[in-house]
DNA sequence: TATTAATCCTATCAATTTAGTAGGGTTTGC
DNA sequence: GCAAACCCTACTAAATTGATAGGATTAATA
């Protein structure tokens, strides 16, 4: 399952992206915008600036704004950030290898492959999407 | 990230298939040679037999066997049944659909739209991979 | 028919994760 | 200087996970 948080930080990600502008724009604005808990957001947001995704200014007209091009901006980056390892077990896991305490011999293991595929056909899922697709709306298409 | 029962389940179940043959295997034998805790495989394969994935033959010499041939059992089926909605958001859930309460137009939703090419993608692996596949040794290929 | 070995079933539980909330501190524009 | 924004830490309730406990039921076999 998706967490709420990266489905927030994807919304408010898109949410900034359509805006179109490098104006920062302001959390309650998103919050507002897209149903979203504003500090729930708020700590959404600085694990995406912390990334380096987004940028940030403060006080008064502050806000957050994009870092990169929205076309720049890759669903890998983002749902790594976000929702940590895209592989479904550590022991397949790019970013974030781990091994199994219980497998011997990872290459004997019928879960690994599997899961090897289901970690590469997602992989290109993400590679191939960018911010950008995610901001374009349905009937600018 | 997938859970221990899937895990579990997926290596019992390829394990059974491994024996080649009908006679049922038992929970303590499958526990023993994948490291599992018996107590908590045994709820596990009372799931895939409640699911008719598995058979069952109580008493002495007991124990599971596969209701189908490896060949039929598919990955949807065996995923749908131990971790649930193979979608990472209701909402694009083909067999557990529900609408979010955020969001008031799906079609203009950015997850939704991302989220549907995941399912999509990942869908196809789990379609085109049967039980047989998952239990077919590397040096036997 | 008694024993044993297996599945079946319910209940409980500790640890972890999730989805927030609370309460300020800090910075900046006006 | 003050209001409006981000920044940061700590806490918490609810749900889920990964088991464990304890026995009920069933079937083969001696």
Redo the contacts between chains.
Sequence with gaps: ??SKKT?YG??AL?FIARTGSDLPVQVGEIAKG???PQKFLESILLTLRKAGILGSKKGKHGGYYLRKDPSEIL?TEVMRVLEG?IA??PCVSLNFYEKCD???DE?????N???I??RD??L???RN?SLKD??V??NEK
């Excluded at 290459?107 to 879960?111: E, I, L, N, R, T």
């Design positions: 399952m998706l489905k994807l919304k898109t897209e149903n979203i669903m390892p479904m077990v219980d497998c011997p290459h004997a293991c019928s879960v492959k599997l899961m595929q289901v056909s997602t290109e899922v993400f999407t995610l901001s709306r349905e």
